[in-house]
């Protein structure tokens, strides 16, 4: 028995278990928490835009992604825009939550009162419970004003972070810069490269597209590729525009063998079978290298895979045409990776640079007596492209550019090679950055 006026002793030291907090199951709710994951993994962790890191629902993670790369592809507006009103940023996931909200008040067509609600809600879910007064606060003045503030900003000025943008003015200028920059804000579209030239223009017209010089389909960006026509029965594959031109220079390879370095997921080795190549296919991951085996079967085209090193493997006997698609910093993709941006790209360059040059290096030593090589990147720095090549050939007595041509997109060959930037076929949805040119083996 106690002692009358004090307390009795507690035996059990345990703090008491807190309440689960429970689970909002709003409609869309999901969504928007898996895209403040997913904008948490791009600038917190430095991670690759990837919904697949997700649970739940395809089509949450699917609309997940979508409010990611749209935050992504803002950023420079939307953290200009939360500055005028969050005199101090919050900490993650806060900060990313906010941003989340900017971009569904300013560049998407939520209404006010459901963004508002969805961005409280997600707050209490993501454990701030504290945080929703602020969240709420910042986000019905940005409600009220943004649209001004949007207005007023120049967005391309905004669109690139300082280093990516000072590394690209390096190569082409402040003007060129900003049009690319420019280019980077607007979704791309998709380009699909038909199995058969010759049912282009059907499918251009059964999926409501626009058959493009060069050859490929491009569509408005839409839902599930995997539903629509013709894709079952392996009529196309996506492919964007500027990655469909390098195999057109390796000219007639019918009956040739070929091989397709780097080759994942499979494009390039698809177009090359479809021509009547006799296609060996090499990629260094096994699971990329599956997914070539995937595009095949469904295509109905054939190729050997080899998943190896390029640095390390090497063929029985010589090629009479090769492909090399360099691994590089893909600057070039921009539009179509809204997180690339927000990576130190620079950081990995001079590896890459030297990368590069072992491969192309090893690969031309495959080459058999008057054979093609086809060298690629989808970059838009110079060091990854014409300084690379150019270095090639003063090091390289046996080897001769085979000067490109592209009779329906002449603007794109400078100086013998292929050149593409974002920036290019403004009016017709962009195109990505890329960079090719021909060589060839003397004897």
């Not at 090497?314 to 090629?319: H, N, S, T």
């Not at 893909?330 to 997180?339: E, I």
């Not at 970059?379 to 150019?390: P, W, Y």
Request: with cysteine.
């Amino acid at each position: 028995m106690g002692v009358r006026g004090t307390r009795p002793a507690r035996t059990d030291r345990r703090k008491p278990k807190q309440r689960a907090r429970p689970v909002d199951t709003t409609p869309g709710l999901a969504a928007r928490l898996g895209a403040v994951t997913l904008i948490g993994a791009v600038l917190d962790k430095g991670e690759i835009l990837e919904e697949g890191r997700l649970g739940g629902r395809p089509e949450d993670r699917a609309q997940a992604r979508t409010l990611a790369a749209l935050v992504l592809r803002r950023l420079g507006q939307i953290d200009d825009i939360i500055r005028r009103f969050a005199t101090h940023a919050p900490k993650p996931p806060v900060n990313h939550l906010l941003r989340l909200v900017t971009a569904e008040l300013c560049f998407a067509a939520t209404p006010p009162h459901a963004a508002l609600d969805m961005a409280v809600r997600a707050t209490k879910q993501a454990g701030a419970p504290r945080m929703t007064g602020l969240v709420n606060a910042v986000g019905r003045r940005i409600a009220e004003q943004g649209a001004g503030i949007v207005a007023a900003q120049d967005a391309a000025a905004l669109a690139l972070p300082g280093p990516l943008r000072a590394a690209i003015e390096a190569d082409w200028g402040a003007a060129v810069t900003g049009a690319i920059a420019e280019a980077a804000l607007t979704e791309a579209p998709y380009d699909l490269t038909p199995k058969k030239p010759d049912d282009a223009a059907a499918l251009a017209e059964a999926l409501d597209g626009r058959l493009m010089p060069g050859g490929t389909i491009r569509l408005a960006p839409q839902g599930q590729i995997s539903r629509m026509p013709g894709f079952a029965e392996g009529r196309w594959w996506v492919q964007d525009a500027a990655a469909a031109l390098p195999a057109h220079m390796m000219g007639d390879v019918a009956g040739r063998r070929v091989l397709d370095l780097c080759a994942a997921p499979g494009g390039k080795t698809m177009q090359l079978a479809a021509l009547g190549a006799q296609v060996t296919a090499l990629d260094i991951s096994k699971r990329r290298a599956e997914k070539i085996s995937q595009n095949l079967e469904r295509t109905g085209l054939r190729a050997e895979i080899i998943t190896a090193d390029a640095l390390t493997w090497a063929p029985e006997r010589p090629f009479d045409a090769i492909l090399l698609d360099a691994p590089c910093s893909a600057t070039g993709t921009l539009r179509r990776h809204p997180d690339l941006p927000h990576r130190d790209v620079a950081r990995g360059l001079p590896a890459l640079i030297a990368l590069q040059a072992q491969m192309l290096e090893r690969a031309f030593g495959w080459l058999a007596p008057g054979g093609r090589l086809v060298y690629c990147t989808c970059s838009l720095f110079k060091a990854e492209g014409e300084d690379q090549v150019r270095a090639f050939l003063e090091r390289t007595p046996d080897a001769r550019l085979s000067p490109a041509e592209l009779p329906a997109m002449p603007w794109a060959i400078t100086g013998g090679c292929l050149r593409t930037r974002p920036d290019h076929w403004t009016g017709e949805g962009g195109l990505d950055g890329f960079f090719a040119a021909c060589l060839v083996r003397n004897s």
